[in-house]
């Protein structure tokens, strides 16, 4: 079975920094695209980044660029999220999804995890 | 960056009705467009990619259509498991936008 869990949320404040991980199992992990994707509380779908099978391609949303980084472990079967400088608007359900290809663009994410929650408050 | 726009933002519709969610880009992407489906408390759940192409196991009420800028997302017969927030994305360039979503609620 595929299956994506999420980890590494936490309450955290403002200007400060976590790791979020997104463990892997049931596919062959370095096949295929990673991405996080986020959702504040009663809010829609964010897309925050994404990076390909061999971390040769990656991007991100102009809301996070320079503060977070994403990369992959593919020995471990791991994705991650490196968020420094974190601010109120960070705060969201951080969900880890899989790509239908290798490739960033032009496919669509087929498995999602069910989300770690960041809370960024003082 | 690309905008995704959908209309409309929420929708009253009784079982066995027919409806049609709009997406809308800022600027062309082809048919790099994809369909979700997200249900209070879970994880988004992948419809359609590529504008047409139904996912495997996602029942045939559900089709889509559009290229260029314009896109839709018809169910032909809503069912009691319809009623859910839809998405449309775009991955023709990163960020891979989303739209702001569309409510699907039980007349």
């Known amino acids: 079975e595929v299956q994506l869990v999420e980890s590494g949320g936490g309450l955290v404040q403002p200007g400060r920094s976590l790791r979020l991980s997104c463990a892997a199992s049931g596919f062959t992990f370095d096949d295929y695209a990673m991405y996080w994707v986020r959702q504040a509380p009663g809010k829609g779908l964010e897309w925050v980044s994404g990076i390909n099978w061999n971390s040769g391609t990656i991007g991100y949303a102009d809301s996070v660029k320079g503060r977070f980084t994403i990369s992959r472990d593919n020995a471990k079967n791991c994705l991650y999220l490196q968020m420094n400088s974190l601010r109120a608007e960070d705060m969201a359900l951080y969900y880890c999804?899989?790509?239908?290809?290798?490739?960033?663009?032009?496919?669509?994410?087929?498995?999602w995890g069910k989300g770690t929650t960041v809370t960024v408050s003082s | 960056d690309i905008q995704m726009t959908q209309s409309p933002s929420s929708l009253s519709a009784s079982v066995g009705d027919r409806v049609t969610i709009t997406c809308r880009a800022s600027?062309?992407?082809?048919?790099?467009l994809n369909w979700y489906q997200q249900k209070p408390g879970k994880a988004p759940k992948f419809l359609i990619y590529a504008a047409f192409s139904l996912e495997s196991g996602v029942p045939s009420r559900f089709s889509g259509s559009g290229s260029g800028t314009d896109f839709t997302l018809t169910i032909s017969s809503l069912q009691p498991e319809d009623f859910a927030t839809y998405y449309c994305?775009?991955?023709?360039?990163?960020?891979?936008?989303f739209g702001q979503g569309t409510k699907l609620e039980i007349k």
């Open positions: 994305q775009q991955t023709y360039n990163t960020p891979h936008s």
């Open positions: 600027q062309s992407i082809s048919s790099y």
């Open positions: 999804a899989k790509g239908s290809s290798g490739s960033v663009s032009y496919y669509y994410m087929d498995v």
